[in-house]
């Protein structure tokens, strides 16, 4: 705390003082000076050196401007498609083709359209297996 305002309050206070109506001795005038100035070295302890600073000394002043840049996104796209179509990584078709496979949604509507036209390939069954495998079902369940 500064010595002007710790001047100003100890001229509150005084000014506190003379207007009672009572007469205050000088030894006890004394006495508020004291307690207040042990208070305020219990508060400077308190909040610590350098804690109670006013002033601005040693700040730097920032642009407006400059910060704003500063946080403005950049468009690395050309950076991008230059790291991209150089050669020195690429994937084989297969592995490429099981991410797309893993990334692509559940949804029937995210389905490509080949994939729900495939049909299961051709049964070790034929007909007439079918034929035969029925008449000898129904048969067998007659017969019971």
């Known amino acids: 705390m500064s010595a002007s305002l710790l001047r100003k309050g100890l001229e509150l206070l ?3 003082g003379a207007s009672s109506s009572q007469p205050k001795k000088v030894a006890s005038s004394a ?8 208070r305020l070295r219990k508060k400077k302890k308190r ?3 350098g804690r109670n ?6 700040k730097v002043v920032k642009s407006a401007l400059e910060e704003y ?5 950049v ?3 050309e ?26 949604g559940r949804k029937a509507k995210d389905r ?15 007909e007439e297996d079918f034929q035969r495998f029925e008449r000898e079902y129904f048969e067998g369940a007659g017969r019971v």
Do not use: C
Not at 31 to 38: A, D, E, G, V, Y
Not at 69 to 73: P, V
Not at 79 to 99: G, L
């Open 14 to 16: 005084e000014a506190t």
């Open 31 to 38: 006495r508020p000076t004291k307690q207040l100035l042990k």
């Open 47 to 49: 909040l610590g050196p």
């Open 53 to 58: 600073k006013a002033t601005v000394k040693g």
């Open 69 to 73: 840049r500063k946080h403005q996104a």
């Open 75 to 77: 468009d690395h796209f």
């Open 79 to 104: 950076e991008n498609m230059r790291y991209m179509m150089s050669n020195h990584f690429v994937t084989d078709n297969t592995v490429t083709k099981k991410i797309l496979d893993q990334n692509r």
């Open 112 to 126: 490509s359209q080949e994939e729900a036209k495939k049909k299961p390939s051709d049964t070790v069954f034929t």
